[in-house]
């Protein structure tokens, strides 16, 4: 609270509270309207950068609110002091356990407005970013396994991570488009009131890529998506013809599979022997390997 303080003087602060902590920042509550978000770490201040400069372009240019960037602090060296704060976004965070509460047109729903969502975000050009090459980011991350892990590993465990490091993605040959990049479930908010999507959070990986990367986590069979018929009813509803669906569903499979040497190369990045002994655990190599 003193450094929001110290650097806005003129915010009046009557209460803040813990609003959750992720692998890259934590979150604040301020007079429960605003969400203040600060980066762990150098990395994750870089991810901010680009997330205020994608909300600052995206203000009132999609169906559904973003959140609107009012304190921000100096950007440029990039430094863990770096922070912003944000107006904070009604409505309730898409849960399965919320969906499953959804009736079956507020389901529909929710489907429809999440591919509406998307049309519009890929259709925007008005953006000087980089293209994030998200395939060419994984390359790097096997490329340090490679160098850093499999050397100290030996025998069926060495051949069982080297089948993980040789994957190769399927074939993407539509144009890049702007996409959100971290494009899950949790990330749209519901008004239950209006029975429609009310806004969209979390643009820190927004980029140029291949859009098929925006329907990577709603294809993931995990218990933080919402199942198969409502991913089939977005894409659908988004116009991917039958081999565009393929494809999508193609890339989600080659995703979930190279997800544990990302997590090892993060592991070698952050010096965390803890993540890279859990993540070698669950390919199954029991084998303890220091960074």
Same mark, same amino acid.
């Given at each position: ?14 209460? !803040? $509270?813990? #609003?959750?902590?992720? @692998? ?25 950068? @680009? %997330? ?36 904070? !976004? ?13 009736? #079956?047109?507020? +389901? ?23 293209? &994030? @090459? ?19 590993? /030996? ?18 040959? /539509?144009? /890049? ?15 239950? /009131?209006? &029975?429609?999507? $009310? ?24 218990? %933080? ?7 089939? &009813? ?7 013809? +039958? ?12 995703? %979930? ?5 990302? +997590?090892? #190369?993060?592991? !070698?990045?952050?010096?965390? @022997? ?18």
């Amino acid at each position: 609270m003193d450094t929001i303080r110290s650097i806005f003087p003129e915010l009046v602060i009557d209460n !803040i $509270s813990f #609003a959750g902590s992720g @692998n890259e920042s934590d979150a604040y509550y301020i007079n429960n309207d605003l969400v203040f978000k600060f980066p762990k770490n150098k990395e994750a201040s870089r991810k901010l950068v @680009n %997330e205020l400069a994608v909300l600052d372009k995206l203000d009132s240019k999609l169906p559904f609110s973003v959140p609107r960037v009012l304190y921000r602090t100096d950007m440029s060296s990039l430094s863990e002091n770096s922070f912003a704060g944000y107006s904070r !976004i009604s409505g309730t965070p898409i849960t399965p356990d919320y969906y499953l509460r959804l009736s #079956a047109y507020e +389901q529909d729903r929710l489907a429809a407005d999440t591919a509406s969502f998307l049309l519009a975000l890929h259709s925007q050009s008005s953006f000087d970013l980089k293209g &994030n @090459n998200i395939l060419g980011q994984i390359q790097e991350d096997c490329t340090l396994v490679k160098k850093v892990t499999l050397p100290k590993i /030996k025998g069926r465990d060495k051949e069982l991570l080297k089948s993980l490091l040789y994957i190769e993605p399927p074939p993407l040959s /539509k144009e /890049k488009a702007l996409i959100h990049g971290d494009f899950s479930s949790s990330h749209i908010f519901f008004d239950n /009131k209006k &029975n429609q999507v $009310s806004a969209i959070i979390d643009f820190a990986d927004a980029c140029f890529d291949y859009r098929y990367w925006d329907f990577m986590y709603l294809l993931e069979d995990s218990d %933080e998506e919402l199942g198969h018929e409502f991913r089939l &009813n977005v894409m659908r509803r988004y116009g991917l013809d +039958q081999d565009e669906i393929r494809t999508a569903l193609s890339l989600a499979e080659y995703n %979930e599979s190279i997800w544990p040497a990302q +997590q090892i #190369a993060l592991a !070698i990045r952050e010096r965390d @022997n803890e993540l890279l002994t859990e993540t070698l655990r669950c390919i199954g190599i029991e084998k303890s390997i220091s960074i």
